[in-house]
């Protein structure tokens, strides 16, 4: 009880601290810093890449069109939202201004390394046995510290630093990916479902349906 009360509130600390950060400059445009969500006893930690334009409206990470297609394949994988902890490398929204519209730009890598402080106390936080989800290029990027390609990547058990311990990654596809895909969106989400499947299985999450 003690280890977690403790937990909490350094996760606390981080995400106050976060929200005035400036070691990059994507705080400058970005509406608001977008920290993860969940609790520290959570079995899986989901990484993606940075919040979109709705999540930097919201504040809230996840909630615009490639998060309802993540929350899709969670049901879909029969996990519990409640076991979840999501959250992504890059806390601000970066983007390009196209008229009224902002275009989501990829992250660099002295922006990922910038924000990395965040992710590592987040992973630190998350009970040991919790399971991380790398979920694209950008979240293996910052969790591994060297790229590993999607494909190559899924289905092989990762170890990533954790605070002063490791714990165990999956790497797959980011949700957007299959909003990009056309003849292969179908088999981009089904490869997501499995993966979450076996990050689940790893964490040994109860699965509705197995």
């Not at 979109?52 to 996990?79: H, I, M, S, Y």
């Not at 981009?188 to 109860?206: F, H, K, P, T, Y």
Request: one cysteine or more.
């Amino acid at each position: 009880m003690a280890e977690a009360h403790t937990a909490r509130r350094q996760l606390l600390a981080a995400a106050r601290a976060a929200a005035t950060c400036t070691a990059c400059p994507l705080y400058a445009h970005a509406t608001q810093t977008v920290f993860g969500e969940g609790g520290v006893d959570a079995q899986l930690i989901l990484i993606g890449e940075q919040p979109g334009d709705q999540e930097d409206l919201a504040g809230e990470p996840f909630v615009g069109p490639a998060g309802g297609v993540l929350w899709k394949c969670v049901d879909e994988a029969g996990l519990d939202r409640r076991s979840l902890y999501v959250t992504n490398a890059v806390k601000h929204f970066k983007f390009e201004q196209r008229g009224k519209r902002r275009i989501h730009q990829k992250p660099n890598v002295g922006e990922v390394t910038a924000c990395h402080p965040w992710l590592d106390v987040e992973l630190a936080s998350i009970q040991a046995d919790a399971v991380a989800v790398l979920l694209g290029a950008t979240a293996v990027r910052a969790a591994l510290g060297h790229d590993i390609p999607i494909g190559r990547g899924r289905g092989v058990v990762q170890e990533i630093a954790a605070g002063d311990r490791t714990r165990r990654a999956v790497i797959t596809y980011h949700p957007s990916a299959v909003l990009r895909a056309d003849e292969r969106a179908a088999e981009i989400r089904a490869a997501l479902v499995s993966d979450l499947r076996e990050a689940a299985a790893l964490a040994g999450m109860e699965i509705r349906g197995a």
